[in-house]
């Protein structure tokens, strides 16, 4: 009987976490600009884009496209399940005011991380078996 690894987890790096905000950001933007608004003059659609996108992907898949573009999830503290949606929107939107990201403790979780129970862990890259 083979034993079973625990996966290490990995705390992404501050900069893989601004590569995928700025992925969501842009998609919410050009979303907003697509139907709604331009985002440079009413940036309340971009925003509102910004926290359902995040709130499905998050809350249900655990990842948005940004996330799965840097290769990081955004589990559960406590037992690495998805979310679910009403943490994910609590995430998102104080992800979206920015200054509860830059409030990390040591292990970089941010004010919104710890407020919704949650924690971004990366995703290592599935490699072929021989």
């Known amino acids: 009987m083979a034993a079973e690894s625990k996966q290490q987890v990995v705390v992404p790096t501050l900069r893989r976490r601004f ?5 969501d950001w842009m998609l919410a933007a050009l979303l907003s600009l697509g139907f709604f608004a331009d985002p440079r003059v009413d ?12 709130a499905l992907f998050v809350g249900l898949a655990t990842q948005t496209p940004g996330m799965w573009a840097t290769r990081l999830r955004c589990v559960s503290a406590a037992d690495g ?3 679910g949606i009403p943490r994910a929107a609590l995430r998102g939107l104080l992800r979206y005011l920015v200054v509860p990201v830059v ?4 292990n970089r979780r941010g004010l919104h991380d710890r407020l919704a129970g949650s924690v971004l862990v990366q995703v290592e890259p ?5």
């Open 19 to 23: 590569g995928t905000l700025m992925v």
């Open 43 to 54: 940036p309340l659609p971009a925003m509102l884009i910004f926290i359902a996108s995040y």
């Open 126 to 130: 599935k490699t072929a078996r021989a």
């Open 81 to 83: 399940r998805p979310i």
């Open 103 to 106: 409030i990390m403790d040591e």
